[in-house]
């Protein structure tokens, strides 16, 4: 990147003004990636972590290819949610007013929990951009309300999401109403084996981004407080004590601990709000409202609903209970150290966990092995390291015994003399065992 550092991409002065007040300073790797593709019209599948800066990573080039004097929709981005909808199209608006195009750039949200004939309405005139849920935008396409043929590039934002929701179906409805030759632009933290088949029906030599940005940012710092058959919200009440967050996530793996999680914390006198895929969407609208004013400092939360929403300022992380895989783990750790913020991520692990923690590991993620009492954060040993030590000294000795010559006559001193010779053996296959490794 040149010292202007978005001036290296070649992008109208318009966009350039854009990036200035919205403060970026540099491109983050996967908008560095992304961005000149996007702008030669090639299909990308981009994928990185939360917060990496995705949005941006489609929302500049798009604009930078906006004809306003062509009053028809040029671009189509659905999200799997109506939150996610609603952010990324508060963002569009943005870029809009800090472009100074009001009433000439013109986008519409389109999504569920809204007056539809209202919709229908104000889409007599085409708008250029289309933001909204894929059943929506649908529903109103089927009714001949809004045609998408004219659209020169369509995204299709946490399509991992979308797919675990199950709108995938209505993206591939609308593709069909799509020109055959779209730009396709498919983000995702995640790309499942199942999302492969559907890239295949669409996409011809998409360029394929992966970001892996080291699993982790630079800012974060993962602890790992065993639980020794202890109850979570014990240890999350004393974790409170120590931390006193600006915004702390709870994460769990799945509705009924979250909802169980939440109640004990509320018993405890902690301000927990709650957010899950089980809650009406009038209650999820509220508990979100307050999110957005603070009204909390806890949010016990589930993988799934976490994901369609942005919430800003997470200080601190807190898996209750460790995902069983990975990438998860790399999402929820996600929500915090952002935009170059320092965070926390503190998470209570069991025997079995200690897999994937080496799997972690093995990426580069560095964890420290911690407990709270009273309060205060005190240093502990990694909860397996007697045990496996003790096992790898038990197999030793066992296996050495079978190498120990035994004689019939027993001589004075056999005992010691036997003795001796295993703990030869012994250290010969500790050695051996050392060398393997």
């Given amino acids: 990147m040149s010292q202007n550092q978005f001036s290296g991409f070649h992008l109208q002065q318009v966009m350039l003004d854009v990036i200035e007040q919205l403060n970026f300073k540099q491109p983050t790797e996967i908008q560095e990636q992304v961005i000149p593709k996007i702008l030669d019209g090639t299909s990308v599948i981009g994928q990185s972590r939360t917060g990496s800066g995705k949005t941006h990573a489609y929302l500049l080039p798009l604009f930078n290819q906006m004809d306003s004097s062509n009053r028809e929709v040029q671009f189509v981005i659905t999200a799997p949610t109506r939150e996610l909808a609603t952010q990324i199209y508060d963002e569009v608006r943005k870029i809009i007013q800090y472009a100074n195009k009001e009433g000439k750039w013109i986008a519409k949200l389109l999504v569920g929990g809204t007056d539809k004939q209202k919709m229908v309405e104000k889409l007599k005139e085409p708008p250029h951009i289309i933001v909204g849920t894929p059943g929506r935008i649908l529903d109103l396409v089927k009714e001949e309300a809004l045609s998408i043929y004219s659209a020169a590039s369509f995204v299709i934002d946490e399509a991992d999401l979308m797919l675990d929701l199950g709108f995938i179906d209505d993206v591939d409805q609308l593709l069909i109403r799509s020109k055959r030759d779209i730009q396709l632009l498919v983000f995702s933290a995640t790309i499942p084996q199942r999302l492969q088949h559907f890239f295949k029906k669409y996409l011809e030599n998409p360029t394929y981004v992966k970001v892996d940005d080291h ?102 992380v807190i898996n209750a209970q460790i995902p069983k895989e990975e990438e998860f783990y790399i999402h929820r750790v996600g929500r915090t150290a952002r935009a170059g913020m320092e965070g926390t991520a503190i998470s209570l692990y069991q025997e079995d966990d200690l897999n994937l923690i080496r799997k972690l590991e093995d990426k580069g993620l560095q964890f420290t092995y911690a407990d709270v009492k009273n309060g205060e954060w005190k240093e502990a040993k990694a909860w397996n390291e007697r045990h496996l030590r003790t096992k790898t000294t038990t197999d030793l000795e066992k296996e050495a015994w079978k190498h120990v010559r035994k004689t019939k006559k027993v001589k004075p001193g056999y005992k010691k003399k036997m003795k001796k010779q295993q703990a030869s053996i012994k250290r010969q296959l500790a050695k051996k065992t050392k060398y393997k490794k």
């Fill in 215 to 316: 699993f982790s940012p630079e800012t974060m710092e993962h602890r790992l407080i065993a639980t020794k058959h202890r109850d979570e919200a014990d240890i999350i009440y004393e974790i409170s004590k120590a931390i006193n967050p600006y915004l702390a996530i709870i994460f769990t793996n799945g509705k009924k601990q979250a909802d169980e999680l939440a109640h004990s914390l509320q018993e405890r006198g902690l301000e927990v709000g709650i957010i899950h895929g089980g809650l009406a969407p009038r209650e999820r609208k509220r508990v979100l409202k307050e999110i957005q004013n603070l009204r909390y400092q806890y949010i016990v939360a589930t993988d799934l609903a976490a994901r369609g929403i942005d919430i800003k300022g997470v200080s601190h």
